[in-house]
């Protein structure tokens, strides 16, 4: 992630220059030490393991504990700051990738940090049982460990180097082998009470109150970490998080926990502020999911006609209040490495859509209904919930009716991913950096049956899915990103899903907070450099 892609997005966001203050960064050598940090949590994951489950719920307290390889810095060379690892490189074969660790690393236990720990948790781990490790690290098959500073990589099918530096910050959290080896490692307690090499320590978790995390005296760091103490407190309620901090009880939101609504408002409340940067490496992505099991969907140009009736800049305009922009294809628009701008675009056009649906043999009944459908909004966000609503309003204009179901996240997972019990979903998937990482899994076939965020609309593309595989396998830089600009033509033509809106977060803190969001992935990196205004 480079500067100039952080700049182009905040330029395609008028809204959010307009009305967010630029954070204040500072060197170590000028920031306070000490002071508790208080900060709102808006969910608790029962596995706090980033190794296993890599999301950013899970990241957004993990990370201060449990460290990757590397870290996104959009200054560094590569867009990346080394963590664990201090170099990499990868074979021109794309068979082998070595990493240099850093030495004089502990655990938090005291035990010392080596290669052994690295090659646990990349076999035994991030390959086998997690969400991303197992398309990142498909073709992996051992870890040489040469000495306690060196882990090398070794790959049964050539492996673009690429993929694996993009997937760094968020495929390699490493877990300590002493602690895990042997164990049932899904059930092994320290998935909750974790204990890692970051600048904080697990300290206490109270289920619906708090979690707590202190400063590890022995972090490598020199000088880091800054703060003694951060908590997250839980509060469920997003509208609370304003009240809180206007109140003094937290100094800080993350992940737009303040409801954008109420952004305008408190920007101009004394010793708050409102900062945009630090989510440029976390995109999200408003797509509609399309079950390609019913009949009607199967049919391109209803898919088609789907796209034009979607007015994108009213959804920016309107439900994410101009903190968004419009999508332009698969990929967003500030992965400037993948994304091509040279895609079939559908542009809101609402007589082309029913001009579509009539000449595909589906005119309006009597009652100027041309067929219904089964509609699911994801439950995660406020946004996903107000895009289901706008969506049914606008199939409507088309004679689609959209029928809305509502359900809380365990039900929505069960009908979409599991039992495929919808015709339109709404989703939030998050861009990682790399098209082979979390995106490309949206369209190719082939993922068992129930697996989450995967192509749960059964669609089926040779084509696509040779592309894709070629891509995984593809050394060469410049070809492998001609492949994936390929793709998204491709995809645009055949609309397999439809993407809509691309959009960051909004952190609001208090103005003693001392460097908030000074890398693409702040809210989820390690905070060593955070520091607290007494």
Same mark, same amino acid.
Do not use: C
């Given at each position: 992630?480079?500067?100039?892609?952080?700049?182009?997005?905040?330029?395609?966001? =008028?809204?959010?220059?307009?009305?967010? !203050?630029?954070?204040?960064?500072?060197?170590?050598?000028?920031?306070?030490?000490?002071?508790?940090?208080?900060?709102?949590?808006?969910?608790?994951?029962?596995?706090?393991?980033?190794?296993?489950?890599?999301?950013?719920?899970?990241?957004?307290?993990?990370?201060?504990?449990?460290?990757?390889?590397?870290?996104?810095?959009?200054?560094?060379?590569?867009?990346?700051?080394?963590?664990?690892?201090?170099?990499?490189?990868?074979?021109?074969?794309?068979?082998?990738?070595?990493?240099?660790?850093?030495?004089?690393?502990?655990?938090?236990?005291?035990?010392?940090?080596?290669? !052994?720990?690295?090659?646990?948790?990349?076999?035994?781990?991030?390959?086998?049982?997690?969400?991303?490790?197992?398309?990142?690290?498909?073709?992996?098959?051992?870890?040489?460990?040469?000495?306690?500073?060196?882990?090398?990589?070794?790959?049964?099918?050539?492996?673009?180097? +690429?993929?694996?530096?993009?997937?760094?910050?968020?495929?390699?959290?490493?877990?300590?082998?002493?602690?895990?080896?042997?164990?049932?490692?899904?059930?092994?307690?320290?998935?909750?009470?974790?204990?890692?090499?970051?600048?904080?320590?697990? !300290?206490?978790?109270?289920?619906?109150?708090?979690?707590?995390?202190?400063?590890?005296?022995?972090?490598?760091?020199?000088?880091?970490?800054?703060?003694?103490?951060?908590?997250?407190?839980?509060?469920?309620?997003?509208?609370?998080?304003?009240?809180?901090?206007?109140?003094?009880?937290?100094?800080?939101?993350?992940?737009?926990?303040?409801?954008?609504?109420?952004?305008? $408002?408190?920007?101009?409340?004394?010793?708050?502020?409102?900062?945009?940067? =630090?989510?440029?490496?976390?995109?999200?992505?408003?797509?509609?999911?399309?079950?390609? $099991?019913?009949?009607?969907?199967?049919?391109?140009?209803?898919?088609?006609?789907?796209?034009?009736?979607?007015?994108?800049?009213?959804?920016?305009?309107?439900?994410?209040?101009?903190?968004?922009?419009?999508?332009?294809?698969?990929?967003?628009?500030? @992965?400037?490495?993948?994304?091509?701008?040279?895609?079939? +675009?559908? /542009?809101?056009?609402?007589?082309?859509?029913?001009?579509?649906?009539?000449?595909?043999?589906?005119? $309006?009944?009597?009652?100027?209904?041309?067929?219904?459908?089964?509609?699911?909004?994801?439950?995660?966000?406020?946004?996903?919930?107000?895009? =289901?609503?706008?969506? $049914? +309003?606008?199939?409507?204009?088309?004679?689609?009716?959209?029928?809305?179901?509502?359900?809380?996240?365990?039900?929505?997972?069960?009908?979409?991913?599991?039992?495929?019990?919808?015709?339109? @979903?709404?989703?939030?998937?998050?861009?990682?950096?790399?098209?082979?990482?979390?995106?490309?899994?949206?369209?190719?076939? =082939?993922?068992?049956?129930?697996?989450?965020?995967?192509?749960?609309?059964?669609?089926?593309?040779?084509?696509?899915?040779?592309?894709?595989?070629?891509?995984?396998?593809?050394? /060469?830089?410049?070809?492998?990103?001609?492949?994936?600009?390929?793709?998204?033509?491709?995809?645009?033509?055949?609309?397999?899903?439809?993407?809509?809106?691309?959009?960051?977060?909004?952190?609001?803190?208090?103005?003693?907070?001392?460097?908030?969001?000074?890398?693409?992935?702040?809210?989820?990196?390690?905070?060593?450099?955070?520091?607290?205004?007494?």
């Amino acid at each position: 992630m480079t500067l100039i892609s952080r700049r182009s997005l905040l330029q395609g966001i =008028g809204l959010l220059l307009a009305s967010t !203050a630029l954070p204040s960064f500072a060197f170590a050598q000028d920031l306070p030490q000490g002071g508790r940090l208080v900060v709102a949590a808006d969910s608790e994951p029962r596995n706090l393991n980033p190794a296993m489950v890599a999301s950013n719920g899970v990241f957004f307290v993990a990370s201060k504990v449990i460290e990757p390889l590397a870290e996104a810095d959009a200054s560094a060379e590569d867009g990346l700051a080394p963590r664990l690892a201090v170099a990499w490189e990868g074979s021109s074969d794309g068979l082998s990738a070595t990493f240099r660790l850093r030495e004089g690393v502990t655990w938090h236990d005291g035990t010392p940090f080596t290669s !052994a720990d690295v090659a646990f948790s990349a076999l035994e781990v991030w390959k086998p049982l997690q969400n991303l490790g197992r398309i990142v690290l498909a073709n992996l098959e051992a870890v040489e460990t040469p000495n306690e500073l060196t882990a090398i990589f070794r790959f049964s099918k050539p492996t673009p180097f +690429q993929l694996i530096r993009n997937a760094l910050p968020v495929v390699t959290s490493v877990l300590p082998k002493h602690l895990y080896e042997g164990t049932d490692i899904n059930a092994n307690p320290h998935n909750a009470e974790l204990v890692g090499t970051g600048p904080f320590k697990f !300290a206490e978790y109270k289920p619906g109150e708090y979690y707590r995390l202190v400063r590890n005296e022995a972090y490598w760091g020199e000088g880091q970490p800054h703060l003694d103490e951060i908590i997250y407190r839980v509060l469920p309620d997003r509208a609370a998080a304003a009240s809180a901090l206007e109140a003094e009880e937290i100094h800080l939101a993350a992940f737009s926990a303040v409801p954008l609504a109420d952004l305008a $408002r408190i920007a101009q409340v004394p010793g708050i502020k409102v900062i945009s940067e =630090g989510y440029e490496g976390l995109t999200y992505q408003l797509v509609v999911e399309i079950n390609h $099991r019913r009949e009607e969907l199967s049919n391109v140009d209803v898919r088609r006609a789907i796209a034009h009736a979607i007015d994108k800049q009213y959804v920016v305009d309107t439900i994410f209040l101009g903190y968004a922009t419009a999508a332009a294809g698969l990929f967003p628009q500030n @992965a400037p490495e993948f994304f091509n701008p040279e895609v079939p +675009q559908y /542009d809101f056009d609402v007589a082309k859509a029913n001009e579509l649906l009539d000449a595909a043999g589906y005119p $309006r009944g009597e009652n100027g209904v041309r067929f219904s459908l089964k509609l699911l909004p994801a439950p995660y966000f406020n946004e996903t919930r107000q895009f =289901g609503d706008y969506l $049914r +309003q606008a199939l409507a204009e088309i004679g689609i009716d959209a029928q809305l179901v509502n359900n809380d996240s365990a039900a929505h997972q069960k009908a979409v991913y599991t039992d495929h019990d919808f015709d339109l @979903a709404i989703a939030p998937p998050v861009f990682r950096n790399d098209p082979a990482i979390s995106t490309t899994i949206l369209v190719r076939s =082939g993922a068992p049956e129930g697996t989450s965020f995967s192509n749960q609309g059964g669609y089926a593309n040779a084509e696509l899915d040779a592309l894709i595989d070629q891509a995984a396998e593809t050394v /060469d830089t410049e070809e492998r990103t001609q492949l994936y600009n390929e793709l998204q033509v491709r995809v645009a033509e055949d609309l397999p899903l439809i993407n809509v809106a691309e959009w960051g977060f909004i952190t609001v803190a208090r103005d003693t907070v001392i460097n908030v969001g000074n890398n693409p992935r702040w809210a989820v990196s390690n905070w060593a450099d955070v520091a607290l205004q007494q």
